[in-house]
């Protein structure tokens, strides 16, 4: 059993940055998944960013060129480095470690961007 935990969620002014940090509580290096996702109220959860070993890396649309996801095995850590933040990037953000077929999700942090 994983246990995530994800910080550096807050309030951004439009324009603004955030770094997303998704600490494991084990070793994620055989993990050949790590992803973000986010969800808005009424919105169904999405995916923003991931990896997946073999394959690479995939953004979503909305996001590719302005989010940057990034995996530091020796720390167990996941990141989302946020630039260029819109008020549509609003919304509870998720990590998650596993595999195609499952694994393992975070509580959620919450980033609002507003002025």
């Known amino acids: 059993q994983v246990q995530l935990v994800e910080s550096g969620g807050g309030l951004v002014q439009p324009g603004g940055s955030l770094r997303l940090s998704c600490a494991a509580s084990?070793?994620?290096?055989?993990?050949?998944?790590v992803g973000w996702y986010r969800q808005a109220p009424g919105k169904e959860r999405e995916l923003v960013a991931g990896i997946t070993s073999g394959t690479g890396l995939k953004y979503a649309d909305s996001v590719n060129g302005r989010f940057t996801i990034s995996r530091d095995n020796a720390k167990s850590t996941v990141y989302l480095q946020m630039n260029s933040l819109k008020p549509e990037d609003t919304a509870v953000y998720y990590c998650y470690v596993g595999y195609v077929g499952g694994g393992y999700w975070g509580q959620g942090t919450q980033v609002t961007v507003s002025s």
């Open positions: 084990g070793s994620i290096f055989s993990f050949n998944v």
